[in-house]
């Protein structure tokens, strides 16, 4: 008779079990839940559950122990009875009956009560052979098969559970040695002790015991447990040349193996099986392929899990509820984020540290940065810690949208914990918001914080610099900068060029040469194309050329500020002709796009992502183009829109829109601001129709 000694199979993760199987073919159920142990449970139900706890497939055969208690029973009554109990495994005992304490003591529930004790008494003696013999004595010598693998099964010392398994292979002849084996490898994972488990198969198989499904599925959850994925995928494999085949419990088990171990591939094809098949995944598994799906980028993918895992009636917890918060904030999906959110507390979860940290996270790197200071204000209210990375996502944020009093009491309160020190990170952050709003003492006091505390300036620090240096009017510490950045041995990159080019928008006329020179030097591209602009220097279509190679030489994220820059220094150097080349040639790039549109009742022109001089260059070529079309007979549509946008510039008080609507006063011109729709200036047909011919296309052209 075979005693498959497992647990519950409802999670090989956290409680792993030994998966059970046989040479046939059988599902798996899972006994403990259909059974809720009280104080009110009967004698012989309480022996059930004990049984359960040993094996999934038979109970522990006890009729030994019930005809040495009907042998010694005077009553023919409890002789019929306990000959009849037979049957059922069961012991009835009457209450009244005054033998009732007494049949209780001989009973088989009692005996796993002794055994367990037992085996608790060995955890703690001593690990040598004399004091595992002195506690295992009280046995005798007739020892039953079934109390050595409920002794083991018990045990939770890895050390004296081999001295154990040793006693009990002299004392007793086993019908199947593997299941002594089996529980004693379940006692390795107990302890999460990989390299014992896998010594004692090594002994199996020296004494020629052939290991079967449990011994495989006890290994791989130990791997599990261990946090060795690789070493749960190693196990599975090895399965088939043993003759041992993997029930769907194992599979289900193995995505998530193999999902860790890096096999995206093999995961995938075990969950589209599982799928098919109606494998039983636990929450675990779920919770490795949400994780897997977010770090392939696939977050469509994660809900879909999460969805699936809902309709097959798995109840997530609260590892999944954080797992797919964090794959929405790497996805930049504050949104859903939020909706997960929701359905967890109103499920009755209460966020944890990851929770927090997870929509923390989302919410910053989104800039949702009112719900992040939310998050913020009730991890301190709840007094939970943050760390470093925490701290930068909030102070980053911050820089981004301008929150420069928020960043400061966030960096104040990062300094006052025991916990975080601000790294170089924190301290380009908030060089970042002074730089940003102006503020060059706070700046070089931050910088030299951050020298004091260890670390090198960075790229990022010098970058903001030579921005905080250009609004303050200094270009001699611009230049400084530059040369400070050399000396660092560090290559300016495009986003530093793209904010040098940016300060010379800002810089006296009379000295853009000193600048010039640095932007020569770092992007010798640029300094040409600058040159050009600077110098007056004219040329047939060499300007054009020069400014394209420019752009094909730079990547994407920087094109459009490149643009915007040179067109402001064109339209400060009162060179407009080269302002409008460099709009059109952003046009021809697609650099710029979707500024202009058309429909039969409104044409409108589309400025929001434009800097003030490109749009003011984009007003008067389209109010050209407009001209033209009027001269050469088209109908103009009923109505004509000018689309600023209503922001405002996050660290001035100053929009793109206050601007217009005082320049398209100086204009004379017939758009005005709608009252309806915020941003937008608005006229009719008729209105600058009026208007165009009577300021003539050339005059309008050069206002």
């Known amino acids: 008779m075979a005693y498959h000694l497992c647990s519950s199979p409802s999670s090989l993760f956290h409680e792993p079990p030994s998966i059970c199987s046989s040479s046939r073919k059988f599902k798996v159920r899972n006994f403990a839940s259909s059974f809720q142990p009280s104080s009110s449970l009967t004698p012989q139900s309480k022996t059930f559950l004990h049984a359960n706890h040993v094996s999934l497939q038979e109970p522990i055969p ?82 039953l098969e079934q109390d050595a693998v409920i002794v083991i099964n018990n045990m939770e010392n890895s050390v004296n559970v081999l001295l154990v398994l040793k006693y009990f292979q002299q004392k007793i002849k086993p019908n199947r040695e593997v299941i002594l084996y089996n529980v004693t490898l379940k006692v390795f994972r107990k302890c999460k002790d990989l390299d014992g488990a896998e010594k004692v198969f090594d002994e199996m198989l020296e004494k020629g015991v052939e290991p079967d499904n449990v011994t495989f599925s006890t290994i791989i959850s130990c791997a599990r447990m261990c946090y060795l994925p690789n070493k749960a995928v190693e196990w599975f494999e090895k399965m ?232 303050a009017k200094r270009t001699d510490d611009v230049v400084k900068t530059f040369n400070q950045l050399l000396d660092l041995g560090i290559s300016p990159d495009d986003r530093f060029c793209g904010c040098l080019l940016n300060v010379m928008t800002q810089t006296p006329k009379e000295e853009l040469g000193k600048l010039t020179d640095c932007v020569e030097k770092a992007n010798p591209k640029l300094g040409s194309v600058v040159r050009y602009l600077v110098e007056g220097l004219e040329g047939d279509g060499e300007f054009r050329k020069e400014a394209s190679e420019l752009f094909n030489s730079i990547v994407d994220e920087v094109k459009k500020a490149f643009c915007n820059s040179l067109i402001d220094l064109c339209v400060n150097l009162n060179s407009l002709d080269k302002a409008g080349e460099l709009l ?99 006229t009719t047909q008729e209105a600058v129709k009026s208007w165009l011919e009577s300021k003539g296309s050339s005059e309008v052209a050069a206002a």
């Open 584 to 682: 059109d040639l952003g046009l021809t790039l697609k650099i710029y796009t979707n500024i202009h549109s058309r429909s039969q009742t409104q044409w409108s022109l589309h400025l929001k992502s434009l800097s003030l001089g490109a749009a003011l260059t984009a007003l008067h070529v389209w109010i050209n183009d407009l001209s033209k079309a009027l001269e050469s007979g088209e109908d103009l549509p009923p109505v004509l829109g000018i689309n600023t946008g209503h922001g405002k510039h996050k660290y001035t008080e100053k929009g793109l829109a206050s601007v217009f609507e005082s320049h398209l006063k100086e204009l004379n011109s017939p758009f005005h601001e709608a009252p309806d729709k915020a941003g937008w200036f608005l």
């Open 62 to 143: 006890q009729q030994l122990a019930q005809e040495e208690d009907a042998n010694n029973s005077e009553d023919p009554v409890e002789k019929s009875s306990s000959a009849s109990s037979s049957k059922s495994n069961y012991i009835w005992v009457n209450p009244r009956s005054a033998r009732a304490k007494q049949l209780r003591k001989k009973s088989y529930d009692a005996r796993y009560t002794s055994l367990a004790n037992l085996a608790h008494s060995l955890d703690s003696c001593n690990p040598t052979e004399q004091d595992v013999s002195q506690v295992l004595k009280d046995l005798g010598d007739k020892i």
């Open 240 to 471: 088939p040349s043993f003759g041992c085949e993997p029930d769907d419990v194992t599979y289900s088990a193995m995505i998530d193996a193999y999902g860790r171990a890096g096999n995206i591939d093999m995961a995938l094809n075990l969950y589209d099986r599982a799928r098919t098949e109606k494998w039983r995944i636990d929450p675990v598994t779920f919770s490795t392929l949400i994780k897997m799906y977010g770090m392939a980028g696939n977050y469509d993918g994660c809900l879909n899990v999460y969805e699936e895992m809902k309709a097959l009636g798995v109840k997530p917890n609260l590892v999944i509820y954080n797992t797919l918060l964090d794959a929405m904030g790497r996805a930049k999906r504050p949104w859903q984020a939020k909706t997960i959110h929701k359905e967890m507390t109103n499920n009755g979860f209460s966020p944890s540290w990851a929770t927090y940290a997870s929509l923390l996270r989302a919410y910053g790197r989104a800039r949702y940065s009112e719900d992040a200071l939310i998050i913020y204000k009730e991890m301190k209210e709840k007094g939970m810690g943050m760390n470093t990375q925490l701290y930068n996502t909030l102070l980053a944020m911050c820089a981004d949208v301008g929150y420069t009093d928020e960043a400061f009491e966030i960096f104040e309160d990062m300094k006052n914990s025991a916990t975080c020190h601000p790294d170089s990170w924190t301290f380009s952050s908030l060089i970042t918001i002074y730089s940003c709003s102006g503020k060059v003492s706070e700046a070089e006091r931050t910088l030299n914080e951050m020298i004091e505390s260890g670390f090198e300036p960075t790229i990022f620090v010098l970058t903001s610099l030579v921005q905080c240096y250009g609004k």
